[in-house]
């Protein structure tokens, strides 16, 4: 398959903290996703470290100009953030901020993307409260949220000191996110 013809999946989130679960998620995903034959970047750790989005100003960081290139050009997207008091982390919600960047291309938003969504929290309720508000988002940004959605509940253990997911039930979550926004890309394109 040539380069240009392999669909680029787009991962964002997790937290400033390398190897976050959210991170560990992300890298999961997008591995399942080269497998099928996609493309992938993520943006995770201190890359979202970006200046709070302000519509007044159309100054914009080299950090966040390249994110929001890569929106731009992705063919899916897996969002992951962490569960902060019942819904997305400020840090990825500031990164999604970003998209207003978008509102009058060709494609606005994620209009038409397939978009994965995985929440990761200390317990079940913050997990589905997060991943509920993350659907609801990509639904504004006119997404395409995938019928599996993740929840990571990160009090057990999910993945083992090299990353690698070794709870059954998340590793099955994850990877047909994997498999539903690349398939969906590539169905697209």
């Not at 040539?2 to 964002?12: A, C, D, T």
């Not at 709070?52 to 953030?81: F, K, N, T």
């Not at 400020?90 to 978009?115: C, H, I, Q, S, W």
């Not at 317990?123 to 659907?135: D, F, I, P, V």
């Amino acid at each position: 398959m040539r380069e240009k013809n392999r669909p680029l999946i787009l991962g964002v989130g997790g937290t400033l903290r390398n190897q976050s679960t959210g991170q560990k998620a992300l890298h999961h995903v997008l591995a399942r996703a080269e497998e099928r034959g996609a493309r992938t970047k993520l943006i995770s750790g201190q890359a979202l470290n970006l200046p709070l989005y302000s519509p007044e100003s159309a100054e914009r960081s080299a950090a966040a100009q390249e994110m929001i290139a890569l929106m731009r050009e992705c063919d899916g997207l897996v969002l992951c953030s962490p569960a902060y008091h019942g819904s997305v982390s400020g840090l990825v919600k500031n990164a999604l901020d970003y998209t207003e960047d978008m509102n009058r291309d060709a494609r606005v938003y994620f209009d038409g993307l397939p978009v994965g969504s995985i929440a990761c929290g200390a317990g079940w309720q913050a997990a589905g409260q997060t991943l509920s508000a993350l659907r609801a988002i990509v639904h504004a940004l006119r997404g395409w949220p995938t019928p599996m959605g993740g929840m990571i509940n990160s009090t057990q253990k999910v993945f083992d000191d090299a990353g690698v997911c070794v709870d059954a039930a998340v590793r099955f979550q994850l990877d047909t996110i994997a498999y539903q926004v690349t398939e969906f890309a590539i169905r697209k394109s």
